[in-house]
């Protein structure tokens, strides 16, 4: 973090390890802004679409095989089932679309790139290169040798080091925090359960139909911890970690690396982000996929580059498999894409972009159709169960009714989402907690600045990168403010994920502005991007290399220290409410499956079989089957209809273990009366406040039921 602070104090360290382009050289006279938004304006090299080299023509040919693959693709996906063969037939599809598609005049491959990535695990070349810098760059010379390696530049190493930590914080006690499962999660397992023994689906339509790739993916990596809770939260948490790279290309596409090495330290630590990352259900496909989207879009509207625009249609496409959140998201993106064509198309002399751009757009639809197409046989056979989830949200559970008033309660949920940030949050105990706002009260205000200035760049500098980020900021809220048959799930922490990223820049750029105008106040100039670009990766080589000014140095400690402070307090709230607020809560809220499932494993370690436990019913109290998969064996079935069936276990040779309601005094009467020997136990815990959960009825070996 210390390392962080201060290389964001400059905001001009150049970062070539990530820069796809030579940036015009800046006077260092000229590097104090006159206002923020200038600051900002400057803060990203402008493009000039006029340079490119023209459009590698796409190989007709190629596209009419791509659409017979995937009018195959679709043909062969019915019946909701993936096969070797249509998995085939749609990759083949997908990837021969792209390669009629994709530029490739650069002289640099891509094999040639993983090639010299490799390099990064020589010790000998990480000390080469932080000691002479990388000899040349094949994306501004056009040629590659292998011995050029990866430059190791600071930027690199503190983007690293913070990604590393993101890592640690996502997975820091995630066995523990949150502890309990609830209904969603056996509904989710399973799902996976079903994956394991070969059905393959499309399409999962238990518990009102859920996108598949989560299955997948947790399927995948059962043989870490099983089909279990914890192989869940790995799963999510791999995904959202996914979030922080995506986040950090994102804002440097759209505001420059300074800002966006603060949004990535500001996520790092954000609750919201670990809420949706950790609780093993599909919510961190939102932000990880909202950023990579953003990424690919921004970079579409800036660079105009055909590859970009490919990789976008892929990215939105693999999006529908994941969650229905983001179904809305792509309009979103047709947003920006329209505005930009409206404005090029208005411009003089830029006729022949505005085609391009459109042509472009064709070929990223078309892109994220082919790997749509699975989904889309899907959605013709069974519209009702495909559209069920989104669809019940705007118009309750019956699909084509329109509740009364819903254009006032479309506007008190616009409202109520504007006030998730930082006064209501939302109330939903198993994802957040409730009523508190996602945002803590310095992240807040950042976010409440960051928006003021995106408008005042709006609006006073015609800056259009800001209009694109509200449009997709507010796509990214529409799958919560859509709730309105059920205005109390709004605003939602899931459903708003993709806002994550955005968030974070908006937050980014207040705390860059801050510091900026803290640069100003010490009496100095940011300092010279070339002055910062030293060999040794140590603050005193950062405070040394900043020699025109004796103020210099002070003020970078200065801004240093603020900046970790502002950081530092941000992370400490955070980190705070998740893993002491948040899990507090959650637990007894929660249904304690974990404590039954600790019951069953005491019993089988001390001699029983789990086959010879049994549950009884009873209202508003435990789901079975997450006793079942806490007891570790999802497919085991130990509900029991009523005290009675107790009776036909009688003559097992092994002891048997009853679990029974607290307040079910009929059923322990009952197996009191006919096993005068068993052992009642009643279980209370901490988490309870001391109340019953439950009351094993321990039965010896071989007992009979004695009438009476």
Not at 163 to 170: N, Q
Not at 254 to 273: D, F, H, K, N, Q
Not at 508 to 536: C, D, E, K, M
């Amino acid at each position: 973090m210390f390392l962080a602070g201060l290389a964001v104090a400059g905001d001009r360290i150049p970062a070539a390890w990530v820069q796809t382009e030579p940036r015009a050289s800046v006077d260092a006279t000229d590097l104090a802004p006159k206002t923020v938004g200038e600051l900002a304006a400057r803060s990203v090299g402008a493009r000039n679409p006029s340079r490119q080299s023209a459009p590698r023509k796409v190989s007709q040919r190629l596209l009419a095989v791509s659409a017979a693959l995937g009018a195959a693709t679709f043909v062969l996906c019915g019946g909701n089932k993936f096969t070797a063969l249509n998995v085939a037939v749609w990759c083949a599809s997908v990837l021969t679309f792209v390669w009629a598609s994709w530029e490739r005049d650069r002289k640099v491959t891509p094999f040639q790139w993983a090639a010299s990535g490799l390099e990064l695990f020589s010790p000998e070349r990480w000390q080469s290169n932080l000691q002479t810098g990388r000899p040349s760059d094949p994306r501004q010379t056009g040629r590659w040798r292998p011995q050029d390696g990866i430059r190791l530049t600071p930027m690199a190493l503190i983007v690293v080091s913070l990604l590393v930590a993101g890592a640690l914080v996502l997975t820091w006690r995630v066995g523990e925090v949150p502890r309990e499962m609830t209904s969603d999660h056996a509904e989710k397992l399973l799902d996976v359960q079903d994956v394991l023994d070969g059905r393959y689906r499309i399409f999962f339509p238990r518990n009102t139909g859920r996108e598949a790739m989560q299955f997948y993916l947790i399927a995948l990596m059962t043989p870490l911890a099983g089909v279990s809770y914890l192989t869940m939260k790995l799963g999510t948490v791999l995904v959202g970690f996914f979030t922080l790279p995506f986040t950090f290309l994102f804002v440097r596409t759209v505001s420059g690396t300074g800002v966006a090495i603060l949004a990535l330290s500001l996520e790092v630590a954000m609750r919201w982000l670990l809420q949706v990352s950790r609780v093993g259900l599909r919510f961190p496909f939102p932000p990880a996929f909202g950023a990579a989207i953003a990424y690919f879009l921004f970079k579409c509207l800036r660079d105009r580059h055909r590859n970009d625009f490919l990789l976008l249609g892929l990215v939105i496409g693999i999006a529908q498999h994941t969650y229905t959140a983001l179904r809305l998201v792509p309009l979103g993106v047709a947003v920006s894409l329209v505005i930009a064509y409206v404005m090029d198309r208005r411009r003089p002399g830029r006729e022949e972009q505005a085609s391009r751009l459109l042509a472009d757009t064709v070929l990223m639809v078309a892109a994220s159709a082919l790997v749509f197409m699975p989904l889309a046989r899907y959605a013709a056979e069974e519209p009702q169960m495909f559209l069920f989830r989104g669809m019940s949200r705007l118009a309750s559970d019956q699909v084509n009714a329109v509740p009364p008033n819903a254009l006032l309660v479309f506007v008190q949920n616009i409202v109520n989402a504007l006030l998730f940030f930082n006064w209501r949050g939302d109330s939903v105990w198993v994802n957040t907690i409730p009523g508190v706002p996602i945002l803590d009260s310095v992240s807040g205000g950042l976010f409440v600045l960051g928006v003021s200035w995106s408008l005042y760049s709006l609006v006073r500098h015609r800056d259009v990168r800001q209009l694109h980020v509200g449009i997709f900021l507010f796509f990214a809220m529409l799958p919560s403010i859509m709730s309105v048959a059920y205005p109390g799930e709004n605003p939602s922490t899931v459903r708003m994920g993709a806002a994550i990223p955005i968030v974070a820049l908006l937050m980014a750029t207040a705390l860059h502005a801050v510091l900026a105008r803290l640069w100003l106040w010490v009496g100095v100039a940011p300092p010279n991007p070339a002055s910062l670009a030293v060999q040794s990766v140590t603050i005193g080589s950062l405070l040394k290399a900043q020699k025109s000014s004796s103020n210099i140095g002070f003020g970078s400690l200065l801004v240093g220290v603020f900046a970790i402070a502002v950081i530092g307090s941000i992370w400490k709230s955070n980190l705070e409410a998740y893993f002491t607020a948040y899990p507090a809560q959650h637990t007894l809220s929660s249904q304690h499956a974990s404590r039954f499932g600790d019951v069953i494993k005491g019993f089988e370690a001390f001699g029983g079989l789990r086959d010879d436990a049994f549950i009884l019913p009873g209202s508003y109290w435990v789901d079975w089957r997450l006793m079942a998969i806490e007891a570790g064996d999802i497919k085991w079935r130990p509900m029991i209809e009523n005290v009675a069936a107790a009776r036909t276990h009688d003559g097992r040779p092994g002891k048997r273990l009853y679990i029974v309601h607290p307040e079910d005094r009929t059923s322990l009467d009952q197996l009191r009366q006919w096993y005068p020997q068993s052992t009642f136990t009643v279980a209370a815990f901490p988490e309870t406040m001391g109340q019953p959960l439950f009351v094993t009825v321990e039965v010896p070996p071989g007992a009979l039921a004695v009438s009476r």
